[in-house]
């Protein structure tokens, strides 16, 4: 039987290639001509060595993507397309579409983006893939079943690649590709990256650390002037990696790439018109050998599309299915009433518009099927709707794709129970969360369900995709963690979402002007200091001043010159005459507070409820901690007088109510206790002694009364650092001491934590055993999907098997203190609402009447939240705005 391999093609660089790779070539008529010839050349030769079964050329649509929308400089500056190129594309598509291939450009679409997508999904249903492209881009999706062949010289000449051959030419893992590119640049779609990074010190940082995550996780360990210019430039590389990384959210399905019947007299009659035509017969025979058969002459289905008669089986995990397209075609789905699709005992519910941001604060319309195809659409806002569905819901079995979504919709006028909802977003997740980067819709077709676009199909969908899921979250015992945590967090998020945190609009409007005032003198001084204008956001002009016009010493060079990076103006402002780099260090952070903080709040709020509502998602980090987007309020600025100004502008939504806060004292090194057995931390937190003061008397041999806030610091550092896998080496540095004696005080730590060295080795042992790491709610991390994000290495993983089950049960315990909070202030506070938590710390907002009330319900929530052998604790604090809390 011959094996199913799919050719897919980057038919715009590919093209782009020959152009240039040959020499002005011409058809009779005067048409260009070498483009189509060096990429037919490349194609022959690609057919007759791999013969794939399934063959796919993307090309670039005209016109902006979405990363022209995130970044305006994306690819400015670009030579344009010559005309003789231009003119060539459409008969190049031409010939490749008479001959039968699969021709394809997306609106808004990378080509790359269409591979990549299309090459993950098609690889996850059992087919060999090989990428043609000479973008450096594709080289993240390299892995099991897929290999990138990458033009070298002219048009004859291919270096293979695989997972193997990647890592052995970069030094690290292919899915940190994403990580290279943003930290080097790319001066052909102008990426900036970081100034003064270049190959070598990429491939060295990433082969040791993993990932850009880890590099600024481990940012002490660096040299300072590396680590200046990682923290100069932080908001740049994450910005250039978000622009790098591709979407993957299109994907062709597999049966469109199977080659039809050719055009035999179209294709002949336009190599003719160009003087190619031994191509014609050439490309038919090989059309013919990569279907496997010579085809039928009939009708010709459009380019994308896989002929009617031809279907797909596939099997995945056992389970054999026809192609979800075939299924719906041959279903008879007809609309009845809501009180004949009330009698069934389950339902599967999608809606339209599907973006949630298109229906924010406006009804979409809900679409509820059976199993057996009949359906109703409608409004969910008709008391008509609601009071049936409520009764409904207390005995029936709801299918959705995203249960958080449908939260937001109902608005908490039909309640269900966990054990009553089948959510494929929180189920996929729980099995694999650091794969959160998939859409949905990836989501489905990693199991095997293709999906369509249209509400039917994704309840059609459904009811196969919880078939081949259910069996594994039972497999690893998450089905109770789901009804738990995660289904009963959804309602409580969207609640957070929907009340949102207030903005006062005037404080922020004063700010503002404040901020800009000052920004506007910094900038008058420097330019008198100058003696001309200097754009100070060019490191080029900034170097000109310091280092010419004002004759300081240049103490780091990059590839383009001098650098100007944080360190540097740091050391330069410490020394005599340091006013004009105290001056730009101060102009980069208020500009930072200006335009990274300020003006995305007040452009997020909203103007009828004087609040900004952000996004909270609970399934997006592979240690299930929150995160916010939109704007993100996780992550405030905390230091100085600009950022108190900033907090303190971040009030209750209603007037007469405060904040009230808690937040968890040390759960981490808590659960640490727990899990290890340690009885000497156990007493520490039972007894309510000073963990670090007492851990840097046993450390250092000084009674505690003795010990120095120096002392204290360092057992501190110690007391964290290996909690998070720190090394020996990376604690001298943190703590500015030798290698030896960080090892030595490492050592003293085991000494006295005999508990903790066993927990760490034990449960990295057991983790690396069996795949996989697990919290003590039984959250599981698997261990070769933390590689596409960590890095591999045994160090990396030894890290993560370490510190995820302490993570992963602190962020697992704020989660249920949520939904015990909430579920208490329903009954007994219903004007009392979450407004937010940060990792450790939840924030409500109350009248202040109930302030006591309230603490008292929080402390209760959060404190109860989990029984553990050592004690919870958590500290109030309350106020009128988010500076006070």
Known sequence: MKKTLALLIDGHGLAFRAFYALPELNAPDGTPTNAIVGFLNMFQKILEEWTPSHVGIVFDAKGPTFRHEIYAAYKEGRVPTPPNFSRQLPLLKSILHASGYCVTALEGIEADDVLAGTALRVAAEGAEVLLVSADKDILQVLGNRIRVLRPKKGVSSFALFDEEIFVREYGFRPDAMRDYLAIVGDAVDNIPGIPGVGDKTARKLLGHYGSLENIYLSLSELSP?????????????????????????????????????????????????????????????????SSGKEKESGETPSENQAP???????????????SLSEEVENRAYRTVPLDELFREDELAVHWFPENEELFRGKCPTLFLASRDGRCWSGSPESEAFFVPFSKWAEKGTLLTLRYKTLCSILRGRVTFSPERIWDAETSFYLLHPDRASMSLRNTLESQGVPADTTPLAVTEALWRTRSVIRPQLEEFGLEKLQRSIDLPLCPVLVSMEQHGLGVHEAAFLELEKDLQQRIDVIEEELTQNAGTQVNLNSPKQVGWLLFEKLGLPPLKKTKTGYSTDVSVLQMLASRPGGDVPSLLLEHRELSKMLTGFVHPFLKARNETTGCVHSTFEHVVTGTGRLSSTNPNVQNLPVFGEWAGRFRGALVPREKEHLFVAADYAQIELRILGH???????????????????????W?????????????????????????????????????AVGNEEAQELVRRYFQVFPGVREYMEETS????????????????????????VEGRGSGALKRVAINTPIQGTAADIAKLAMIRFHNLAIKNLPEATLVLQVHDSLVVETPSVAVQETEKVLLEAMQGAADLSIPLKAQPKRGSSMRDV
């Not at 959210?249 to 469109?256: D, F, G, R, V």
């Not at 031809?310 to 995990?317: H, L, P, V």
């Not at 120095?708 to 057992?715: I, Q, S, W």
């Not at 996989?772 to 933390?786: A, H, M, N, Q, S």
């Open 308 to 322: 009617k008669d031809e279907r797909t089986t596939q099997e995945k995990g056992g389970l054999k299915t026809r």
């Open 675 to 697: 899990l290890s057995g340690e009885e000497r931390l156990r007493t520490l937190f039972v007894e309510e002694r000073d963990v670090h003061t007492e851990t840097a008397s």
């Open 225 to 289: 002037t590396l680590k200046g210019r990682f923290l100069e430039h932080q908001a740049t590389v994450w910005a250039s990696r978000d622009l790098v990384t591709l979407s993957m959210k299109e994907a062709l399905a597999l049966e469109t790439l199977l080659p039809r019947s050719a055009d035999e007299k179209g294709l002949r009659d336009l190599c003719s018109r160009l003087g190619m035509e031994r191509f014609s017969a050439k490309i038919l025979t090989l059309g013919n050998a």
């Open 699 to 735: 450390v250092f041999s000084v009674s505690p009364e003795n010990v120095t806030p120096e002392l204290r610091r360092k057992a501190k550092v110690v007391n964290f650092g290996l909690l998070y896998g720190m090394s020996a080496f990376g604690l001298a540095e943190r703590l």
């Open 765 to 788: 042992r057991e983790a690396l055993r069996r795949g996989y790491t697990k919290t003590l709610f039984g959250r599981i991390r698997p261990l070769d999907e933390v590689a596409t």
